[in-house]
């Protein structure tokens, strides 16, 4: 329950601490921000044309539809500004300098980075960059494609720099991530239901490793099974346990 976390994993004490603490992000966190969760409902995923065009199937029977879906996803994301929960955890970067080993994030929408994080590993890609399909490299979608899709000539020899369902993470920060598990004393978890394995394993890679792992999320999932501790709320509700600290004493 949310009042049986210790007080030293609380926001303002991890940061007193000085301890190494590494955060892996789900879309719950995204959704504070007014973002649609991947599963549950009204989840991308819930929709089976939308797990189509998320697809390695979609990539290489309809790219072009499929590039006209992420395109109006972009667009969707583009002015979304970052939630105070995204805000918080570049506060804490910033606070811990070196001992923060690194942001997990299964999220795609770049909100991390919109708030002042920089040492994210962004394991699914980001919906702002595209990856040329012959030497792999990464640019930032164009500003005009905002205002108008472009034409398919254009997007030929293009993808999203996003993981597609089916898809492995060879061209994503996956080793990073391990690594940032392994070397954490402390991680948390925030907003995912672990449908997808790959938290959950970070966090068992972690706790084998010794760390303590803390799961924050409103709603009882994988990660809880590997969990040293589960915190039954939002990301805004973890981050207020310093204000109501504030409020109560």
Known sequence: ?????????????????????????????????GLPTFRGEKGYYEDRETTYLA?????????????RWYLQRFVSYHDTPPAAS???????????????LGLITQNVSGLHRKAGSFKVLEIHGSIREMRNLN????????ES?????????????????????????????????????????????????GVIHTPVWLAQEARESGSTVININPHPGEVDQCSHFNFEGTAGDYFGLDENQEKNG
């Open 145 to 193: 494609w905002v205002e108008t899709p472009p034409p398919e000539e254009e997007l030929k020899g293009w993808r999203p720099n996003v993981c597609f369902i089916g898809e492995s993470y060879d061209d994503y920060p996956l080793p990073q991530s391990i690594q940032a598990c392994r070397d954490c004393d402390i991680l948390l978890v925030i907003g995912t239901a």
């Open 55 to 67: 697809s390695v199937e979609a990539m290489e029977e309809e790219p072009f539809r499929q590039w």
């Open 86 to 100: 995204h805000h918080r955890l570049a506060e804490m970067e910033q606070n811990l300098g070196e001992k923060f």
């Open 1 to 33: 329950m949310k009042d049986q976390l210790p007080q030293e994993y609380h926001p303002s004490s991890l940061i007193e601490a000085n301890k190494k603490l590494a955060v892996i992000t789900g879309s719950g966190i995204d959704a504070e921000a």
């Open 135 to 142: 030497n792999r490299e990464l640019r930032p979608l164009p």
